[in-house]
């Protein structure tokens, strides 16, 4: 999720109980060409393994030797995108535009599974459009071409985030899939990731906006497979995750870049709260780090020791 899961809030999310926490969308190419913001978005730390980097691309090649690029820097699993379809990203022939040019995906696969092979997956949604029902075409591929795994948002890329994600869809073709499937969109409680999580055709979910001021979600989900009870975060545990969150963010971008993002997702977390709208409104204009605390243990009663 680009501008969302840094490495500050793959930490959080994985202090949860995440399994794997996919890095922000890299230009394959900008990693070819030495960009530097493109090779700051591989940071990691232990906290990190595995370490799963998300690269888009259009051409063959340079997402190979992108991949190398991130393997040699410490990555453990690449996957690439072919879903995505924001408007900066299909227009370079990635993400989503992939879906319209099946043989290009198809080159990029074959380019990733040559020897020396690279370990690999590949995110889709269901076509371009209604009228370009491409999954089955793409299951087949990476199955050919030796991916781990591939992960759908069943959704169109015309779609963008609009109506419902069309499971139903999905899950009437991934029992018999020969290879690992993983399944994601519109999984925003915990009765729906059960739901899907007992899909025999499944192999697991990828959660995306549903942790948006919400990473404990991850708990929530384990909590209820492991004995059937719910479990949500208490006050405490709430105010701890956010102030900590504030304090990684800091520590990755620096006080004045730190602060402009946590003003973001600190207007996430306190979705909900009586008198959110109004709080969201005045946490936008909050320029230092204590007066953000403030907010914070206002909302959540003072530091618990």
Partial sequence: MAGISDRSFRHICRSFGADFAVSEMVSAKGLVYGDRKSRILLAADESDKPHWVQLFGSEPEIVREAAQIVLAAGADLIDVNMGCPVKKVVK?????????????????MQALDRAPAIPYTIKVRTGWDHDTFVLNDFIDMAATFNAKALTCHPRTATMMFSGKADWDKLLSIVENAPLPIIGSGDIDDVDTANQYLSHPG?????????????????????????????????????????????????????EKIGLLLYRKHLSWYIKGIPGAAACRRHI??????????????????????
């Fill in 92 to 108: 370079t022939g990635a993400g989503a535009a992939l879906l319209r040019k099946p043989e290009r995906a198809a080159e990029i």
């Fill in 284 to 305: 936008f204009t909050l320029t230092d780090y204590s007066a953000i605390r403030k907010i914070v243990n206002e909302l959540f009663g003072p530091p618990h020791l």
């Fill in 202 to 254: 499944l192999s697991g979910i990828m959660l995306g906006r549903g942790t948006f001021g919400r990473p404990w979600f991850f708990r929530e989900i384990k909590e209820f497979l492991r004995d059937g009870k719910s479990w949500s975060p208490t006050p405490e545990l709430k105010q701890k995750t956010i102030l900590k969150h504030g304090e990684l963010l800091k520590e990755e971008y620096g």
